[in-house]
């Protein structure tokens, strides 16, 4: 018989199942991105996916992931009242536009709810700004004005 009818399943054709990528750096976490990590462990330990195999090791996989990213978990200080920092919530005007953000730790970003990974280009370059200062910005000196620090 040729090689090409000799399979012996289905499983020696996927693609390798990967460990979920930790983010690089310290895992810093407010006090909300915490219990949301311990609720996301208890919904997936709660989840019952019956003799579905594939869903078990999916479930399996998401574990280890959240369960190592609780054990590192570093519960930041709250940030200081006259400088960007993470945990801070800053109003800030950048090509025109007013916008409001809050810096979080990477696994509590929401960009659409305007939670900023405190990793992200955005985040770090308001790091360390005070209110009615401007920041450089994608090559601009004056690209960012912080309006407010809000608490």
């Known amino acids: 018989?040729?090689?090409?009818?000799?399979?012996?399943?289905?499983?020696?054709?996927?693609?390798?199942?990967?460990?979920?990528?930790?983010?690089?750096?310290?895992?810093?976490?407010?006090?909300?991105?915490?219990?949301?990590?311990?609720?996301?462990?208890?919904?997936?330990?709660?989840?019952?996916?019956g003799d579905d195999e594939l869903r078990k090791a999916e479930i399996a996989r998401e574990l280890r992931y959240w369960k190592t990213r609780r054990a590192t978990t570093v519960l930041a200080p709250l940030p200081p009242p006259d400088e960007v920092a993470f945990g801070s919530r800053v109003r800030f005007r950048l090509n025109g536009k007013e916008q409001e953000i809050t810096l979080v730790g990477d696994d509590e970003a929401d960009p659409a709810a305007g939670l900023i990974a405190f990793s992200a280009p955005l985040a770090r370059a308001m790091m360390g700004a005070g209110e009615g200062e401007l920041v450089a910005f994608n090559g601009r000196e004056d690209a960012i004005e912080v309006l407010a620090l809000l608490t």
């Open 1 to 49: 018989m040729s090689v090409a009818f000799r399979r012996e399943s289905d499983e020696e054709h996927k693609e390798p199942r990967f460990e979920l990528p930790l983010p690089t750096g310290p895992n810093l976490v407010t006090a909300r991105g915490e219990a949301l990590i311990d609720e996301r462990i208890a919904a997936l330990d709660a989840e019952q996916p």
